[in-house]
């Protein structure tokens, strides 16, 4: 059975620091990994997705990177700002496109 | 990617009672998903939703408690059912548009039994 674990499970940093959030997943059979950010009482806002042919995909100060034979993800946010304070849940894909999700990594940004 | 309109946005509903929740697609797609966030928890797999079939359900979730409709390839309902305090919670239905793609959410609805 697939689990997907992030670290850490909350983050605070000052504004303007870059930062890593790490996802990790024990069954390396999976089709796309996707990150989704998520503010407090909402729903999913995905920001990017890595074909599992893919190493990694940028948007913007956002970077994720994928490693599938060692079943390892990283999100990498760069010049952090305040409005960036949300939790931030990685997701897998597998067969029967099933979304298994970690735990989050609920990050704050302060001024 | 695709747009969804989830309604509603949040309630406060009396246990024993039920509730409907919405999702419009602005696109056809072949399945929708309906997920669970119970408060301080990640998302939860209820039901897979396709047009023209019985929803298939996740081990723990029962079409009884948490009936689906899908009449078309738009749209989607999920009912919450005698609904108890441990029901509250957040639900979401989620689309995709195919396996290059990746997954789109609705606002989610914020539940709340008293």
């Known amino acids: 059975k697939q689990e997907v674990t992030q670290i850490p499970a909350a983050l605070s940093v000052p504004e303007g620091e870059n930062l890593v959030l790490n996802c990790s997943f024990t069954?390396?059979?999976?089709?796309?990994l996707q990150w989704f950010r998520q503010d407090p009482g909402k729903g999913l806002t995905s920001l990017l997705l890595?074909?599992?042919?893919?190493r990694e995909q940028t948007s913007g100060r956002l970077n994720a990177s994928l490693d599938k034979s060692s079943g390892r993800s990283t999100l990498y946010i760069a010049a952090s700002q305040p409005g960036d304070s949300a939790t931030y849940l990685c997701?897998?894909?597998?067969?029967?496109?099933?979304?298994?999700f970690g735990q989050g990594t609920r990050l704050t940004i302060n001024p | 990617s695709a747009v969804i309109s989830q309604k509603p946005s949040r309630d406060i509903c009396q246990r024993g009672t039920s509730l409907t929740i919405q999702c419009q697609v602005d696109?056809?797609?072949?399945?929708m998903f309906w997920y669970r966030q119970q408060p301080g928890q990640s998302l939860t797999l209820i039901a897979t939703?396709?047009?023209?079939?019985?929803?298939?359900?996740e081990s723990g979730f029962v079409i009884d408690k948490f009936p689906i409709s899908r009449p078309n390839l738009t749209f989607s309902t999920l009912t919450v059912s005698n609904m108890s305090p441990e029901d509250s919670s957040i639900y979401l239905c989620?689309?995709?548009?195919?396996?290059?793609?990746?997954?789109?959410f609705g606002s989610g609805t914020r539940l709340t039994v008293v």
């Open positions: 939703a396709n047009q023209g079939s019985e929803a298939t359900y």
């Open positions: 696109s056809q797609v072949t399945m």
């Open positions: 890595i074909q599992s042919s893919q």
């Open positions: 997701a897998v894909i597998q067969g029967a496109q099933k979304l298994v």
């Open positions: 069954d390396s059979a999976i089709y796309n």
């Open positions: 989620s689309v995709r548009r195919g396996t290059n793609y990746g997954y789109t």
